[in-house]
């Protein structure tokens, strides 16, 4: 098992290593020199030579990648062109806002979509199933910004329950019942919107796990439907569901980018969209190595925890 | 082979007369399409400003109403539908074309191509596309050809991996090594023997590619990195309704049903024609 997780491991770094170098490289090709982001127009040419000296932009493309990666590596990642703000300060306000709405709704999402799952794989062909699968491929239809815009016309215009817009009402920062009242629309829209692929999910493996033999023999012995269901079934079922849990760990970031947007939510992808709308490469290309490393991390980390719960997992560090 | 295609025609008779969705689906299918090519019989110009007419409700004369600049509503849906769908289907031609020959090529030659083409399929889908899209689409100029190829370019990922899987066992096949044995040359037997038969596996494929590429791409202009004004699509045109939410509701409605309805038969016709080449799945049990 150790051989494994080593193995994969060793196949994740590589990984890492050609990410950052597309990222660089795409910084590199983009119309516009890492040193405007730390000067000023009125400053003299002496100054940007001693900036670009100070931060190694007076040498070849490698070593600055060298330094680059070494800056990212100790959590200096560099200033935004536009606001000439340090990006590691912006990104520690960002992520907790984002992780506040997305952690949540990928908690209630999964509970609701393995309780919908097991029933709709047990009730295969009859009306329940038909109930639950038939949403779900509507619900894998709808865009997550469209019935963000029917809960606000319904909720915030017509019947003015919840806040459409941001994360706190100006005044009340601090509040906890002011934060939570402008969670619950987006977290809705956020929950409906993982929701289907997860049922799914569970739902075809519940019909795998029912044609096995184990619950044949447990019928054979009979046991009810619903004690081979909860005390068998969702055990097995949960197995494939850690690997997902651990693949969706970059949604922690990028999980909510279209849906911050439409409720102005302060987090990663209101970010990340306003700097793509402003050309501000340095936080474009932050956000694109955060998030992609968090895939190849989240991968390696569900096939470790996998490797953990289920040690049958085929060619063992072959 | 002839009778093969007849079983098939049969088999996909039987499936929509057993599926009543997804005959519906179909239905819809067919009709977006039609409206769309024929959009130009409207009696309104998509693009005209009607300053006297602006946000009026849906009408006699306006069935879905005017947009915030006068222009016929229901005529732009059309127009955007048609957008929706070059886009949608543009880029799925490029990227089933890419994930076919990655595929193959891959699963055929095996070994470091096979390894190569196979890291790189990694990395690609190691960038959430969100991320990876919008990202490219800063190095072009925004507009309808720029977001065909970026969707095309960089969702050919999963079709490649099944394409893959599905040559590896094919070029086993006895038809092949015999191909293969009398000095055929190797582009022919790709081309002859395995693209044939992976072709049901790609079919599949693209049909959800398509419902794939229209949900991206109304989410990009959603965001205004897609399609540019004048030109619209259904998720352009969502955008605009977004900021008349408050006093033009009607606007949001139509371009989102038409997404929901088009994305969701799209993939209704994928598991059709899922049920019709895979005989396994359309078994009761």
Redesign the interface.
């Known amino acids: 098992m150790f051989k494994y997780i080593f193995k994969r491991i060793m196949q994740a770094i590589p990984m890492l290593v050609i990410i950052s170098i597309i990222c660089f490289g795409l910084i590199q090709l983009a119309p516009y020199d890492a040193v405007d982001a730390m000067t000023t127009p009125n400053m003299s040419e002496k100054t940007v030579e001693l900036i670009k000296a100070r931060y190694g932009l007076d040498q070849p493309a490698y070593m600055q990648y060298f330094y680059w990666v070494k800056g990212i590596l100790s959590g200096e990642w560099g200033y935004s062109i536009v606001t000439h703000e340090s990006i590691s300060k912006d990104l520690s306000v960002r992520i907790p806002n984002t992780i506040i709405l997305v952690l949540p709704a990928y908690f209630i999402a999964l509970v609701l979509s393995v309780i919908l799952g097991l029933i709709a794989g047990a009730r295969k062909g009859k009306l329940a199933d038909k109930i639950i699968d038939g949403l779900s491929s509507f619900g894998i239809a709808i865009p997550s910004f469209w019935m963000a815009m029917v809960l606000i016309f319904i909720f915030g215009y017509q019947l003015n329950l919840f806040p459409i817009l941001g994360m706190h009402t100006i005044g009340s920062e601090g509040s906890f019942s002011d934060l939570f009242i402008h969670l619950v629309l987006p977290t809705t829209v956020l929950t409906l919107s993982f929701m289907p692929e997860l049922v799914r999910y569970v739902r075809s493996s519940t019909i795998g796990q029912l044609s096995e033999d184990y619950v044949m023999v447990q019928q054979a012995y009979g046991a009810p439907s619903i004690g081979i269901l909860f005390n068998h079934v969702l055990r097995n079922v949960l197995l494939p569901v850690i690997t997902i849990v651990g693949m969706s760990l970059p949604m922690l970031v990028t999980g909510a980018v279209v849906t911050e947007t439409v409720f102005g939510w302060p987090g990663i992808g209101t970010y990340f969209v306003k700097s793509i709308q402003g050309f501000d490469y340095p936080i474009i290309m932050a956000i694109m190595l955060l998030s992609s490393s968090l895939v190849i991390i989240g991968n390696l980390l569900s096939d470790i925890l996998y490797c953990i719960v289920d040690p049958r997992i085929k060619g063992m560090g072959e | 082979m002839n009778g093969e295609k007849n079983r098939r025609i049969e088999k996909l008779k039987t499936e929509l007369k057993r599926n009543k969705?997804a005959a519906l689906a179909l239905l819809f299918l067919f009709l977006i399409i039609f409206v769309s090519i024929f959009a130009f019989l409207s009696p309104y110009d998509p693009n005209k400003v009607d300053v006297l007419n602006v946000l009026q409700k849906p009408n006699a004369q306006h069935l879905f109403g005017t947009d915030e600049l006068g222009r016929d509503y229901l005529t732009r849906a059309l127009y955007g539908g048609r957008v929706s769908l070059i886009v949608g289907i543009l880029a799925m031609l490029i990227s089933t074309s890419i994930g076919v020959l990655v595929g193959t090529v891959s699963g055929y030659f095996g070994g470091r191509i096979d390894n190569f083409l196979m890291?790189t399929v990694?990395?690609i889908?190691?960038?959430?596309w969100?991320?990876?899209v919008?990202?490219v689409s800063?190095?072009l100029t925004p507009g309808l050809k720029a977001i065909i190829l970026v969707i095309g370019l960089f969702t050919w990922m999963s079709t490649a991996r099944m394409v893959r899987a599905e040559t590896l066992s094919v070029k086993e096949r006895e038809y092949v090594l015999y191909a293969k044995s009398t000095g055929q040359s190797i582009r022919k037997v790709i081309w002859k023997h395995i693209i044939p038969a992976v072709m049901p596996t790609f079919i599949v494929a693209s049909t959800v590619s398509i419902?794939n590429a229209i949900?991206m791409e109304?989410?990009l202009s959603?965001?205004?990195?897609g399609i540019q004004q004048p030109l619209s699509s259904w998720?352009s045109m969502?955008q605009n309704?977004?900021s008349n939410?408050?006093n033009a509701?009607y606007m949001?409605i139509l371009p989102?049903l038409l997404?929901?309805?088009?994305?969701?038969s799209f993939?209704?016709l994928g598991d059709i024609l899922r049920a019709v080449v895979e005989p396994k799945t359309s078994g009761?049990?």
């Open positions: 969705s890291r990694d990395i889908s190691s960038i959430p969100m991320i990876l919008t990202v800063i190095y419902a949900l109304s989410a959603f965001l205004g990195l998720g969502l309704a977004q939410l408050g509701p949001a989102g997404i929901v309805f088009t994305v969701y993939n209704k009761g049990k």
